[in-house]
């Protein structure tokens, strides 16, 4: 394949930046497409985000992985490109992975994808997926393409769908988890271990009691104190009552237990209930933080962008900062994002009246202290809370989305980050979430519930791109 340089990229930019639903505070592509954040990382005090990047190609294509840093998640800096699918090992796209600190180094694993021509399904046969690692000093240039791992590495048993290496520090050792399909189309992860970062041997799987989708991607390990959690995305999990709505899932397993031997996972938790919201990274920062930043987007739904018409699509969720209580991860947008604020105002909603807004740009905190309620923003978005089921819903400015639903048994508060094209929601205190896209021309700065509640309501300036 023939890679554009960062020269032709960047004349391709133009186009996108003319589009009325561009976001005020996420990153985006600066042009073409976006999917799963990459190799998260803070290093030496400069947060890296790398992310799936197809400049010229917004529907997908072969990926790369774009690049912002920024030390503030204020102000950030458009990188150049920081991997290129440009070998024989990842010559059908570098496909999702993530970064680890050591010795003043950031090592960098990744999934190199390459696809043959001719007739095959790419499951069991006309692919390769090859476990990369890669090494730089500053987060912008990066060393020579390591091959760790080929399909004829894998247990006999798998597809050749083994990707989105993680890797975390684990004691004295580290662990590598891949996401796996089984060739029963059985979703599981693989675990590695290594003392160097460079030699790994497989000591487990990790697998459900009983079969939970397909394939399990973006696996993502993380410990809470003495608590081990694996985030992941399940393909292939039908929807049950109001569970699963989503075409893919994403949420996590406690484990409890020795991982190298007898663990036990817990039932699958829905992490986001959003039409948008795929592919989370998690890391720890300087500061000790774990930090999530998700995919705004959902691959194979019916759904759509209208921002195509403009060659980009797609975006980062906020960051969010994960603790963990009553067996269970909460997550709110990180404290910088606070700093996006301007004026405090307090605005007291009534029985249907409807309150002007400046703008689409905004976080609105709701005390809702377990009140039924209905809540309408924007031109056709509503909020509705009965008998314990919280009920999102859009028209025309969902481009097909639909509804989407939370049980949930004791409602105390709500906030709303509302954004030109898009809506983050958070439920008491980030114990749920919800993401989604939404267009709708910001024709409709009105927002009325049919009951009384005083909320705070702060418009929002915009990140810097430099």
């Known amino acids: 394949m023939t890679c554009l340089n960062n020269e032709q990229i960047k004349k391709l930019e133009k186009q996108a930046s003319n589009d009325e639903y561009r976001l005020n505070y996420h990153l985006m592509p600066p042009t073409g497409w976006l999917n799963d954040p990459n190799g998260l990382c803070q290093f030496e005090g400069i947060y890296h985000l790398y992310y799936q990047y197809a400049p010229d190609d917004c529907f997908g294509g072969d990926k790369y992985w774009g690049h912002y840093s920024t030390k503030d998640f204020i102000t950030f800096k458009n990188e150049p490109v920081a991997l290129f699918p440009d070998c024989s090992l990842d010559a059908g796209g570098a496909y999702?992975?993530?970064?680890?600190?050591?010795?003043?180094?950031?090592?960098?694993?990744?999934?190199?994808?390459?696809?043959?021509?001719?007739?095959?399904?790419?499951?069991?046969?006309?692919?390769?997926?090859?476990?990369?690692?890669?090494?730089?000093?500053?987060?912008?240039?990066?060393?020579?393409?390591?091959?760790?791992?080929?399909?004829?590495?894998?247990?006999?048993?798998?597809?050749?769908?083994?990707?989105?290496?993680?890797?975390?520090?684990?004691?004295?050792?580290?662990?590598?988890?891949?996401?796996?399909?089984?060739?029963?189309?059985?979703?599981c992860?693989?675990?590695?271990?290594?003392?160097?970062?460079?030699?790994?041997?497989?000591?487990?799987?990790?697998?459900s009691n009983e079969p939970f989708g397909y394939m399990w991607e973006c696996p993502n390990l993380v410990k809470f104190d003495e608590q081990m959690i694996l985030f992941c995305c399940p393909q292939g999990v039908e929807t049950a009552g109001y569970d699963y709505e989503n075409l893919y899932q994403n949420g996590y397993y406690l484990i409890n237990g020795d991982l190298e031997k007898d663990y036990r996972l817990s039932e699958f938790i829905e992490f986001d209930h959003g039409f948008d919201y795929y592919a989370p990274q998690l890391f720890i920062d300087e500061q000790g933080r774990t930090i999530i930043i998700g995919w705004m987007g959902m691959p194979d739904v019916p759904y759509t962008n209208p921002t195509t018409k403009y060659n980009?699509?797609?975006?980062?969720?906020?960051?969010?900062?994960?603790?963990?209580?009553?067996?269970?991860?909460?997550?709110?947008?990180?404290?910088?994002?606070?700093?996006?604020?301007?004026?405090?105002?307090?605005?007291?909603?009534?029985?249907?009246?409807?309150?002007?807004?400046?703008?689409?740009?905004?976080?609105?905190?709701?005390?809702?202290?377990?009140?039924?309620?209905?809540?309408?923003?924007?031109?056709?978005?509503?909020?509705?809370?009965?008998?314990?089921?919280?009920?999102?819903?859009?028209?025309?400015?969902?481009?097909?989305?639909?509804?989407?639903?939370?049980?949930?048994?004791d409602l105390s508060n709500m906030t709303i980050y509302s954004d030109t094209s898009s809506l983050e929601i958070f439920f008491n205190d980030g114990e749920y979430a919800l993401t989604t896209r939404i267009y709708d021309h910001s024709s409709n700065l009105e927002i009325s519930i049919d009951t009384e509640i005083q909320c705070t309501y702060y418009e929002l300036n915009s990140y810097q791109i430099v």
């Open 189 to 207: 992860c693989l675990l590695y271990r290594s003392d160097d970062l460079v030699n790994y041997k497989l000591v487990n799987r990790i697998i």
């Open 312 to 409: 980009w699509q797609h975006a980062f969720t906020l960051p969010r900062e994960l603790t963990f209580k009553n067996n269970k991860v909460y997550q709110l947008p990180i404290s910088e994002t606070k700093s996006l604020r301007k004026a405090k105002e307090i605005i007291n909603l009534s029985n249907h009246e409807k309150i002007s807004c400046k703008g689409n740009i905004y976080e609105l905190y709701l005390p809702i202290n377990n009140r039924d309620f209905t809540l309408t923003l924007r031109n056709d978005a509503v909020i509705d809370y009965h008998s314990n089921l919280l009920t999102f819903s859009m028209g025309a400015s969902g481009y097909g989305r639909d509804s989407r639903h939370i049980v949930i048994d």
């Open 96 to 187: 999702s992975g993530s970064t680890i600190i050591k010795d003043n180094k950031m090592y960098v694993y990744y999934t190199g994808n390459v696809k043959y021509p001719g007739k095959h399904d790419y499951i069991h046969t006309g692919r390769d997926h090859n476990t990369i690692m890669v090494i730089s000093d500053d987060g912008i240039n990066f060393g020579e393409k390591v091959c760790l791992m080929k399909n004829d590495d894998y247990p006999d048993d798998l597809t050749l769908h083994v990707r989105d290496p993680q890797i975390i520090k684990n004691g004295d050792h580290y662990y590598m988890i891949l996401g796996a399909r089984t060739n029963q189309d059985v979703g």
